[in-house]
């Protein structure tokens, strides 16, 4: 039955169409497929030479010529080799998206464009930027903590990073005026403690040892605590050997009601 149908087919083609029916067929049936080398591009049943990077596709290859390039035009490029009959127009870096160009366009390469002073890259593909957005502005309230390579134009805004090329500015949270209030009462109660010690440790040694601030004043004028004591000591030596009663200068200080009260 299959046979029968067959027949009937290829009966009411014309000869030429039959066979190219049957071609046709035979690579579909078989899988067999035009396949073209790397940097070749098919065009009917031929494989042609793609045009290198820079160019473009003006005419394309015959049985006895290669394919036909061009080199592509100012403002535009072509980045890869080609099948196109054209280059890609070069895109232009918008100050008003926050951007400005930092490598101009080639033949070969588009433009690369790069944030402006203030901005940041939000969207990025390789080293070109796509998006820029500007940096946010700190809220007034808060103090600059540390700046960064980019300056930011806060007021009273404690900036925990400044913002990058790559990155916004984080900023922290704000300083109340009690926060400030507690912190200068505890600056002057500190220094208020640590002028009533040194205060307190004066009184008592002058009160209690007032040979002690005697030498040290002796000192001062050329006279060594040291000397002092050995002449005092040389002083207690001939009066002991004398017979008469020595006491302690300090012990006497420290024993007298007047100096204790």
Known sequence: MRNLCWSSVTERMRPGSAAVFLILLMNVSTGQTLTCPQKQYQINDRCCPMCPAGGWVYADCTESRSTDCLPCSEGTFMDHPTSHPFCYICKSCDEGSGLKMKTSCTIVSDTVCEPLEGFYCSDSRKDDCVEARKHRRCEPGEYIREHGTRKEESEGRELLRAGTETEDAQCGGKVSHRTVLISFVVV?????????????????????????????????KGVT???????????????????????DPVLVQLLDPDTLC
């Open 225 to 247: 605590f040291r000397e002092q004591l050995l002449e005092s000591l040389i002083s207690d030596d001939s009066k002991e050997s004398k017979g008469e009663t020595v006491q």
């Open 188 to 220: 002057v109660m500190s220094l208020f403690s640590v002028l009533l010690v040194c205060y307190l440790a004066w009184w008592i040694i002058s009160h209690l040892f007032p040979e002690v601030i005697a030498a040290v004043l002796s000192n001062r």
